[in-house]
């Protein structure tokens, strides 16, 4: 409650530092190439979709096979030595709520044994109160479940946005707030309804993100797929 206090009323310092970032903020495109692929390995396939925002469209680096959903699948071949089929399915400025009612109907039906829901950061930065978050994210996590029943599931929490090179300290300490509410709201959901929340990764180098200090680079995806790959069954 009180972070939630603080944060709303830090709310026209937030507009302000906001206006302020988006102003030297770059708009990139999506990485170029297919948005599924394949890693050799041995045993029973795993099949992945990894679903979300635009970390999980790959915005900011040159190719799809850099981005999150490549990266995490090389990090479960390295753990278990099993075949990895994967699949990015990302979306740019995607919130919860957007993902629920616009993208998971209309994502095939495929046999996917494992998925990775990537989103939150737009609920943040769109200062989604904690109960839209629950609708939508709970209502995600529902609509994943009623239509890949066999699915496991789970949730890469929000990284903290002081840890991005373009926020500022002052716009960090609100976002953060925010974030900090919205990943309790979730890691609760993902408990009631079945899946598994990921704690965020900490302390990343500023080489992790691409040209517009927010978005991973190349580096960044690489070291995002082997730290949610430790919590994958």
């Known amino acids: 409650m009180i972070a939630s206090f603080v944060s709303w009323a830090s709310f026209p310092l937030y507009a302000v530092e906001g206006l302020r970032t988006r102003v030297r903020s770059l708009r990139l495109p999506p990485g170029e190439g297919p948005t599924s692929g394949y890693v050799e390995g041995e045993g029973e396939t795993v099949h992945l979709l990894v679903l979300g925002d635009s970390s999980a469209a790959a915005i900011g680096i040159g190719r799809q096979a850099d981005g999150l959903a490549p990266a995490l699948a090389c990090g479960l071949n390295e753990k278990t030595g099993r075949s990895v089929r994967w699949r990015g399915a990302g979306f740019n400025s995607a919130t919860s709520d957007q993902l629920r009612d616009h993208v998971v109907h209309n994502l095939e039906p495929a046999p996917y044994t494992h998925i990775l829901v990537c989103v939150g950061f737009n609920d943040v930065k769109n200062f989604h109160s904690g109960r839209r978050f629950k609708n939508g994210f709970g209502g995600l996590l529902y609509a994943l479940k009623a239509r890949f029943p066999d699915s496991r599931l789970y949730w890469s929490q929000v990284l903290d946005p002081n840890e991005m090179p373009l926020i500022s300290p002052s716009l960090g300490a609100v976002l953060k707030l925010r974030a900090d509410i919205l990943?309790?709201?979730?890691?609760?959901?993902?408990?009631?309804?079945?899946a598994?929340?990921?704690?965020?990764?900490?302390?990343?180098?500023?080489?992790?993100?691409?040209?517009?200090?927010?978005?991973?680079?190349?580096k960044g995806f690489e070291a995002w797929g082997r730290h949610l790959a430790q919590f994958i069954e």
Request: proline share 9%; glycine share 12%; hydrophobic share 40%.
């Open 196 to 218: 598994i929340a990921i704690p965020a990764m900490k302390a990343l180098p500023a080489d992790a993100f691409c040209g517009d200090g927010v978005h991973p680079s190349e």
């Open 183 to 194: 990943n309790r709201v979730g890691s609760r959901l993902c408990v009631e309804r079945g």
